[in-house]
């Protein structure tokens, strides 16, 4: 892996996890079930720090 893709996984990673506590401890989800909410962000965030 080279050094843009790697800072840019990073990044993404540091990211996820930063706004999962919005997805899990507010009104910011409203009504999606939890699992796939964490799932849809993560994918979301890790697809825009890549590509």
């Keep these: ?3 843009f893709r ?3 996984v990073s990044s993404g990673i540091i990211r996820e ?3 999962w506590p919005a997805v899990l ?3 910011y989800n409203v009504g999606t ?4 909410a964490l799932l849809c962000l993560t ?6 720090s890549v590509f």
């Excluded at 079930?33 to 796939?36: A, G, H, K, N, R």
């Excluded at 994918?43 to 825009?48: F, H, Q, R, S």
Aim: hydrophobic share 45%; charged share 15%.
């Design 25 to 27: 401890g507010s009104e």
């Design 33 to 36: 079930p939890v699992p796939y």
């Design 6 to 8: 790697r800072a840019a």
């Design 17 to 19: 996890v930063w706004h």
């Design 1 to 3: 892996m080279d050094g």
């Design 43 to 48: 994918a979301m965030v890790m697809t825009t």
